[in-house]
């Protein structure tokens, strides 16, 4: 009873993990709004990873205590890693919402937990139980509903622009990194620590030299703050430990958690929640229990198996 209690505790942690990174990346939409048209994409990605390098440095040697020889080691799969997801997937966020609608970016965006689900099948054989499969397209339909506001039609109508092809290709990268970060020895915390100063020495001479002007305010200060910690920081930091825990594909499905997130951080803003967004986050929460929902014996006798091999 009490091993069993025990890894009961360990998913309830890794679940409230996921949740808490997407409602800090909600966070970073709503703040990056605010900030957009007074600091370039460059800049902002560049500022982000420099302030939270050592932020996640110091975390790193609080909670992993890492070999860094050994995680150093991994470096042209941290250099891929810091490419792709903290890097590549910033630019073409914040890009891809410079050149299309909010609808247009998020539609898009709304592909990656099925992404991440069919290329963790495909690539690293990590079999998705039914009930996740049928969670997943649970999650699917309420993420639509919300962007879509009730007219799922206009999924079929929207056109796509150039903004869509960059959120498609931050779609994309996002993707890579979710499924190559399982295969990674380095602890996650150090991980991530290890990709952001990558980052950041990748970034800095390039932001300097072609940035642009930046007209922050006070208030816009602020906002790039919380970027560089709560999305940076925390999220990076506990989506790595949930990917390492649960696999790509069931953590995947968190990502549907973020229009929400962002529609309940609007309410809090001052902005009214339509009975849409109620119904299509009660449909996303459902999707998120089904797709998370513990695997029978059997299925955890086959995935221990699975990560004993990998």
Request: charged fraction near 10%; glycine fraction near 8%.
């Amino acid at each position: 009873m009490s091993r069993r209690y025990a890894e009961g505790m360990v998913s309830w942690r890794v679940y409230l993990f996921l949740v808490l990174a997407n409602l800090f990346w909600a966070g970073n939409y709503v703040v990056g709004h605010l900030v957009a048209g007074r600091i370039s994409p460059l800049q902002l990605t560049s500022i982000r990873w420099a302030v939270a390098a050592p932020l996640l440095i110091a975390l790193a040697m609080l909670i992993d205590r890492p070999d860094w020889r050994a995680a150093l080691r991994e470096w042209p799969m941290h250099l891929l890693q810091a490419c792709l997801g903290l890097i590549a997937f910033c630019l073409f966020s914040y890009e891809a919402l410079t050149h299309t609608t909010a609808l247009n970016a998020a539609l898009v965006g709304a592909t990656n937990p099925a992404l991440i689900a069919v290329v963790a099948a495909l690539v690293i054989r990590q079999r998705m139980r039914p009930a996740a499969s049928t969670g997943l397209a649970i999650s699917l339909l309420g993420v639509l509903l919300i962007l879509t506001d009730g007219q799922l039609l206009q999924v079929f109508t929207t056109d796509y622009n150039v903004g869509g092809l960059f959120m498609l290709g931050a779609v994309a990268v996002w993707t890579a990194y979710t499924v190559i970060g399982r295969s990674l020895q380095t602890p996650p915390v150090a991980s991530a620590a290890v990709q952001a100063v990558m980052a950041a020495v990748l970034l800095a001479p390039v932001s300097l030299s072609i940035g642009g002007p930046m007209t922050l305010d006070s208030a816009g200060w602020w906002g790039v703050a919380y970027i560089c910690v709560f999305p940076s920081v925390l999220s990076l930091m506990l989506w790595n430990i949930s990917v390492k825990k649960i696999g790509a594909a069931r953590a995947g499905v968190y990502l549907n958690l973020m229009p929400v997130f962002t529609a309940l951080l609007a309410l809090a803003m001052g902005s009214p929640i339509t009975l849409v967004q109620l119904i299509g986050g009660a449909l996303v929460i459902a999707g998120v229990w089904l797709t998370s929902r513990p695997a029978r014996s059997a299925d955890l006798i086959d995935t221990a198996g699975r990560s004993a091999v990998r």
